[in-house]
């Protein structure tokens, strides 16, 4: 992908080969998109990693501001894979996505002076990121939402949630569908989704933000993460039990 930046009379142009952008889920993962929980490993150093990722982000938004072109260049090397794949997972159109990237490596250039370090860099690129992509969906209108309500739980007369079965897919998906079914069916399932949920869960099951990071890039509170990414996650699974011939309930 080649992206360009101009303004006035300045004009810089860069080409990196993002990482590759297919839905690549495999069929244990796929199970796992509709569960309930999720398991996160804190890797030893990750904190120091964490940390040493800010200075340098520090670093090069700095040299950004003073109008390196060059830092520029260094954090769409660093950057434009990952946000390639965020676009597009919650897009699903490679032009829209390469229009959407060029969009937001626009306004890193334009705005990095208004960034003053509130937040991570990293969550503001994925906010513009997320917000440019839900911006194309707002304005192409090409987003078919379903109602969730006809693949969720149903609820009992004392207000409890029913208990779906536990069923052991494994069997099933591995004899009626290939690994690429599979996720023609997850990506069709993901497409259903109402934008900022399909964004929520991206980042989540996809990203593996946390919830934490997760509200700071969407705007919203963690409380409201976890009950969308819950409520999402329910339609899902339903979604695939539904697809793979058993109950959504």
């Not at 904190?47 to 340098?56: F, G, P, S, Y």
């Amino acid at each position: 992908m080649k992206t360009v930046v101009q303004h006035g009379e300045t004009l810089i142009s860069f080409s990196h080969n993002v990482a590759n952008s297919s839905f690549s889920m495999g069929r244990r993962q796929a199970v796992a998109m509709g569960s309930e929980l999720t398991v996160r490993t804190s890797l030893p150093g990750r904190a120091a990693r964490r940390r040493k990722t800010e200075t340098d982000d520090a670093r090069l938004i700095g040299r950004v501001k003073d109008g390196d072109h060059d830092a520029l260049e260094t954090i769409f090397k660093i950057y434009s894979g990952k946000l390639y794949n965020i676009a597009h997972r919650i897009l699903g159109e490679a032009a829209d996505t390469e229009e959407v990237i060029q969009d937001v490596f626009w306004t890193v250039y334009r705005k990095a002076k208004s960034f003053q370090g509130n937040s991570q860099f990293s969550t503001w690129l994925y906010r513009l990121t997320v917000n440019a992509a839900l911006g194309k969906i707002r304005s192409s209108k090409k987003n078919k939402e379903v109602e969730y309500d006809e693949f969720l739980p149903k609820f009992q007369e004392d207000g409890h949630h029913s208990v779906r079965p536990v069923v052991d897919w494994s069997d099933t998906l591995d004899e009626k569908y290939a690994k690429h079914e599979l996720q023609e069916l997850l990506a069709q399932a993901l497409a259903q989704l109402k934008p900022l949920d399909k964004s929520v869960v991206v980042l989540s099951d996809l990203e593996s933000l946390c919830d934490k990071e997760i509200a700071a890039t969407l705007g919203l509170t963690v409380s409201a993460v976890k009950t969308r990414l819950h409520r999402t996650r329910l339609f899902l699974r339903g979604k695939l039990a539904v697809q793979l011939g058993y109950s959504a309930a």
